[in-house]
């Protein structure tokens, strides 16, 4: 069983919302720190969100500050990425990702490379 697993995408209008959902399948997921990547069709996989293993520190790419929000709840080992004022350009498959620790307090993870577990990704498509 894959350790995370997306849901939520699928297929918007510009200017609609989508909440994107990752869920760990074993592990102490509050130990974890997590961020969102993506793919958009033809380019590299691209950092969008990160939060803190405590969840105190958030960090955004350029692209999506001000419209996109992480949050994660430790119970339902969850993390989400609420995107709102969706834009074609968001069209990608999101990965979601967690870091094992040690962990630099309130550092976010914004590189790939920082990240122990991905999901599969799942498809996100805003049409103009």
């Known amino acids: 069983q894959a350790p995370l697993v997306e849901s939520g995408g699928g297929l918007v209008q510009a200017g609609g919302s989508l909440r994107l959902s990752c869920t760990a399948s074993r592990g102490t997921f509050s130990s974890l720190a997590v961020g969102w990547f993506r793919q958009p069709p033809g380019k590299e996989r691209e950092f969008v969100a990160a939060?803190?293993?405590?969840?105190?520190?958030?960090h955004y790419s350029d692209s999506v500050k001000g419209r996109f929000t992480i949050s994660r709840d430790n119970t339902e080992k969850t993390v989400y990425l609420q995107m709102n004022s969706l834009k074609s350009e968001d069209t990608a498959v999101y990965f979601c990702a967690a870091g094992k620790p040690p962990h630099r307090l309130g550092v976010p993870r914004i590189h790939q490379t920082e990240y122990d577990y991905w999901g599969q990704g799942t498809q996100v498509t805003v049409s103009s």
């Open positions: 939060d803190t293993w405590s969840g105190g520190s958030h």
